[in-house]
């Protein structure tokens, strides 16, 4: 099909007196196509209506309408489950018919910090769902952690945000990974800091700063009300959300064991190899300049508190652990430590020191004591579950008055 400058070209080189072969030899045009344009009465070609080619959706729409019903919105994953189902047609055709059935929500584009290569990961929590086990129901949180540089992409499902828990998924995404960035941003995630000093520092969770000293990487904070400096990770769990779990809705897994598996399926064959939106290059093929600029991990064991439960200590100079109370030295009250079973003991740990050591309870609701561990205890600290106080009674203080005072009670019978 010639468009209206190419027939304005054959009609001009017609009026210079060419035969309709030498205009074929010159353009490379059919001569039955140039004669068919010459002869057009409008002078420009009329186009006949091409059949609409939403027709290959039609035999798609109600299961497209089930979907948008169920939640699924992402055109991604829409084309995804259409090509599964032997759909022939094209992803702008998809798009079309998408469009007028939703509401576009207004974007906001704000200026992107780009990191180089190997620099800086970001980590948040983003909310999934639900999860029901033995009668009770659980929150369901995900776990992602993005390279800022390639936008390579770890996530995990659990049912907690314990330190413990973010710890571990930390791990895993060094050991896919092969290597640790030199930073890592946060979101102000009480699990990760605990405020800011008199100087305007930040105070880290001492066992997070340990286990960051111990992987070789500086951890972050983003800045308080601007999301836009943590717009990556932040993009990351929306992508979560919009991509993966729209794709599971109808067809929920049956455990949280199953979800994690095709979350890592997802992230493996999906995630991790489209062409990225802001840098338009495969994710994975930016993840070597990544690996190349990160450190690697050289086989390095796992951080060594990681199987242990973190516990607040209790003002009364006791942690609680599976259902019993052990002592610890008080001056510890109020301190985060970890404690493990270990060959019928407990151990409690505050960083790397050992603070106590206990025969594990023989049933629940015991209450475990070393006497030293509260030798000194100042007053305000509970001591054996009660509060004590120590009273040192003194004489009685008498008011001294003159004797004309006594002189006039006798007179008058009062005072």
């Known amino acids: 099909m010639l468009r209206g400058r190419d027939v304005d070209?054959?009609?001009?080189?017609?009026?210079?007196?060419?035969?309709?072969?030498?205009?074929?030899?010159l353009t490379g045009y059919d001569r039955k196509t140039i004669s068919r344009y010459l002869l057009a009465t409008t002078g420009r070609p009329v186009y006949k209506t091409r059949p609409s080619a939403a027709t290959n959706l039609e035999p798609f729409k109600a299961y497209l309408k089930e979907r948008l019903k169920a939640g699924v919105w992402n055109a991604q994953v829409l084309f995804r489950e259409l090509r599964e189902r032997d759909y022939g047609g094209g992803y702008s055709t998809l798009t079309e018919w998408l469009r007028p059935?939703?509401?576009?929500?207004?974007?906001?584009?704000?200026?992107?910090?780009?990191?180089?290569?190997?620099?800086?990961?970001?980590?948040?929590?983003?909310?999934?769902?639900?999860?029901?086990?033995?009668?009770?129901?659980?929150?369901?949180?995900?776990?992602?952690?993005?390279?800022?540089?390639?936008?390579?992409?770890?996530?995990?499902?659990?049912?907690?945000?314990?330190?413990?828990?973010?710890l571990r998924m930390h791990e895993s995404a060094f050991r896919q990974w092969g290597a640790v960035p030199e930073e890592i941003l946060y979101d102000r995630m009480k699990t990760v800091w605990t405020g800011i000093d008199e100087r305007g520092e930040i105070i880290w969770n001492a066992i997070f700063?340990?286990?960051?000293?111990?992987?070789?990487?500086?951890?972050?904070?983003?800045?308080?009300?601007?999301?836009?400096?943590?717009?990556?990770?932040?993009?990351?769990?929306?992508?979560?959300?919009?991509?993966?779990?729209?794709?599971?809705?109808?067809?929920?897994?049956?455990?949280l064991g199953d979800l994690n598996a095709e979350l890592?399926?997802?992230?493996?064959?999906?995630?991790?190899?489209?062409?990225?939106?802001?840098?338009?290059?495969?994710?994975?093929?930016?993840?070597?300049?990544?690996?190349?600029?990160?450190?690697?991990?050289d086989g390095r064991p796992p951080y060594p508190y990681m199987d242990d439960e973190q516990r607040k200590v209790a003002r009364d100079a006791y942690v609680s652990w599976q259902g019993s109370r052990y002592s610890v030295p008080w001056l510890f009250a109020g301190k985060d430590v970890w404690v493990r079973g270990l060959d019928g003991r407990v151990e409690v740990r505050h960083g790397a020191e050992r603070i106590a050591v206990h025969d594990r309870a023989m049933r629940r609701h015991l209450v475990v004591t070393h006497s030293q561990h509260h030798a000194g205890i100042p007053l305000g600290i509970k001591q054996g579950g009660k509060t004590l106080i120590h009273i040192v009674q003194s004489a009685p203080m008498v008011e001294r008055r003159p004797l004309s005072v006594y002189d006039s009670v006798a007179v008058g019978g009062a005072l």
Request: charged share 25%; proline share 4%; with cysteine.
């Open 9 to 25: 070209e054959i009609k001009e080189l017609k009026r210079e007196g060419l035969s309709i072969r030498a205009i074929s030899r």
């Open 101 to 166: 059935q939703r509401k576009e929500a207004l974007v906001v584009a704000v200026r992107r910090f780009e990191t180089p290569p190997g620099k800086q990961a970001q980590v948040d929590w983003g909310h999934l769902g639900s999860l029901s086990e033995s009668g009770s129901e659980h929150a369901m949180w995900g776990f992602t952690i993005t390279l800022g540089y390639s936008r390579m992409m770890m996530a995990e499902a659990a049912t907690d945000q314990k330190l413990g828990t973010l």
């Open 209 to 255: 700063l340990d286990f960051a000293r111990y992987w070789g990487f500086t951890p972050r904070l983003c800045r308080p009300y601007r999301p836009q400096t943590k717009g990556k990770i932040e993009s990351g769990v929306k992508y979560v959300r919009r991509n993966f779990l729209c794709g599971l809705l109808g067809r929920e897994p049956d455990s």
């Open 264 to 297: 890592r399926c997802w992230v493996a064959e999906v995630a991790n190899r489209r062409v990225h939106g802001t840098t338009h290059e495969q994710v994975l093929l930016r993840f070597d300049e990544d690996l190349f600029s990160m450190q690697p991990i």
